[in-house]
């Protein structure tokens, strides 16, 4: 059964309502050997983010963008994915951009705003890659904050995040837990090197991966380390401070880059091809520390005819990470229960929030029309239960605030985001 309101009113209603978040989404490929990871340096971040300010269908705005992940959360009442992605396209200085297949919007609140607190507290213990965002979210919200695109809606949703870490700090004993093959393999690095002075370390293949692990042993004090690539050129998106910090080598320079470093790592997927077997068949001056991050491992025949290399492959890291992951099972158990609940607590605030701008311009609506004819007849098709022409205006205006007690006192806003509908049911059933 089909019921129609005439009322361009209704309609008002409707459209007057429907802001809510939304989110423009892209994670980084670990392994892609063919162009880094996608993300916007500092540069380019502030000027989508100046772009994105100058449109008024966006009415606030945050953007966090690293290697690991891009993540553009907007408050709108439309769709802009299109448009965005072109303004990213436009903002991106250095090329690289990924196809638009690879960014994926979200228009569900609840659903965006769980992943994206997950990743904020770094709960997601089931992916590998993820490291807890806090630190980036708060530099993120800043940036937007400076920038005036903060309101109502994300500043309590900022809020509802700092409650969130300090109800963890108080109740959980509260730590980041780093699930990240990058975080493992640099504590790995740092706790078997505690008993040498100024290990040399070189890592072979330079991609998005092995960017994060040399920026990590750099945020240790490591220096000086040797960079093993097939050409210069992906050097030059790195921060000045972190090019005078490396020694490059072309791939040609391989061998001699073995033999003089103590601490090897590959994240080469055709490592065969330019590690080849002879350069590990020989004695070394030194024990030699091997860290293969390949996906699909074929060196181990080779380390086993050389007890002066110790070999440690992904399947090693997966289970170190599997070991601290049994470490914070607890911090796990306690901590996602609470973002659970401030999150409730939240879509209750967005819910409540929301309902009352629809009641309240529905009710200015109603008291603007009262002496009019907009809310006159209710037109009921498809071999109807019943016809009723409603005349009296007076009539219709209880109706209507019945139907307005209704929403306030049953449903959430997300269950009434369509105006027109509920109305319609209140003739229909009452």
């Given at each position: 059964m089909e019921i129609r309101i005439v009322s361009k009113h209704l309609q008002q209603i409707e459209t007057a309502i429907m802001g809510q978040f939304r989110l423009l989404s892209f994670s980084g490929n670990l392994y892609n050997l063919k162009n880094d990871a996608f993300y916007l340096s500092t540069e380019e971040n502030k000027q989508l983010l100046y772009t994105l300010k100058s449109w008024p269908e966006i009415k606030e705005l945050i953007i966090l963008s690293i290697p690991e992940r891009t993540e553009i959360i907007y408050f709108s009442d439309l769709d802009l994915e299109e448009r965005i992605f072109e303004a990213i396209t436009d903002a991106t200085l250095s090329g690289g951009m990924p196809?638009?297949?690879?960014?994926?919007?979200?228009?569900?609140?609840?659903?965006?705003?769980?992943?994206?607190?997950?990743?904020?507290?770094?709960?997601?213990?089931?992916?590998?890659?993820?490291?807890?965002?806090?630190?980036?979210?708060?530099?993120?919200?800043?940036?937007?904050?400076?920038?005036?695109?903060?309101?109502?809606?994300?500043?309590?949703?900022?809020?509802?995040?700092?409650?969130?870490?300090?109800?963890?700090?108080?109740?959980?004993?509260?730590?980041?837990?780093?699930?990240?093959?990058?975080?493992?393999?640099?504590?790995?690095?740092?706790?078997?090197?505690?008993?040498?002075?100024?290990?040399?370390?070189?890592?072979?293949?330079?991609?998005?991966?092995?960017?994060?692990?040399?920026?990590?042993?750099?945020?240790?004090?490591?220096?000086?380390?040797?960079?093993?690539?097939?050409?210069?050129?992906p050097f030059s998106t790195l921060p000045e401070m972190d090019l005078n910090n490396f020694i490059f080598e072309p791939m040609s320079e391989v061998e001699n880059v073995i033999n003089k470093n103590d601490i090897l790592i590959s994240t080469l997927e055709n490592s065969l091809q330019i590690l080849h077997p002879a350069y590990f068949q020989k004695d070394f001056d030194t024990t030699k520390i091997f860290i293969d991050l390949s996906i699909k491992s074929n060196l181990t025949a080779i380390f086993n005819e050389n007890h002066q290399v110790i070999p440690f492959n992904l399947t090693d890291i997966y289970k170190i990470v599997e070991q601290k992951m049994e470490i914070n099972k607890k911090w796990l158990k306690k901590a996602k229960p609470i973002i659970s609940e401030m999150n409730l607590e939240f879509f209750h605030w967005i819910d409540d929030k929301k309902g009352q701008e629809m009641l309240t311009l529905a009710n200015e609506l109603l008291v603007k029309n009262i002496n009019n004819s907009q809310y006159t007849k209710v037109l009921i098709a498809d071999e109807p239960f019943f016809k009723a022409v409603m005349s009296d205006n007076h009539i219709n205006k209880i109706l209507l605030k019945k139907s307005i007690a209704r929403i306030k006192s049953n449903a959430q806003y997300k269950d009434i985001i369509n105006y027109d509908k509920i109305v319609n049911d209140f003739y229909q059933y009452n």
């Open positions: 196809i638009k297949s690879e960014f994926h919007q979200t228009s569900d609140e609840e659903k965006l705003l769980i992943h994206l607190s997950e990743l904020c507290f770094g709960v997601q213990s089931s992916n590998y890659g993820t490291t807890p965002l806090f630190p980036r979210f708060i530099q993120a919200y800043n940036l937007s904050l400076e920038n005036g695109m903060v309101g109502e809606y994300l500043e309590r949703w900022w809020n509802n995040l700092i409650a969130t870490n300090k109800r963890i700090k108080e109740q959980v004993d509260y730590q980041l837990p780093n699930f990240s093959i990058t975080y493992t393999v640099s504590d790995l690095i740092t706790e078997l090197v505690k008993s040498v002075k100024h290990p040399k370390i070189a890592i072979i293949g330079l991609n998005a991966l092995s960017k994060r692990i040399y920026k990590n042993l750099t945020s240790k004090g490591f220096n000086k380390i040797t960079i093993v690539d097939k050409s210069i050129a």
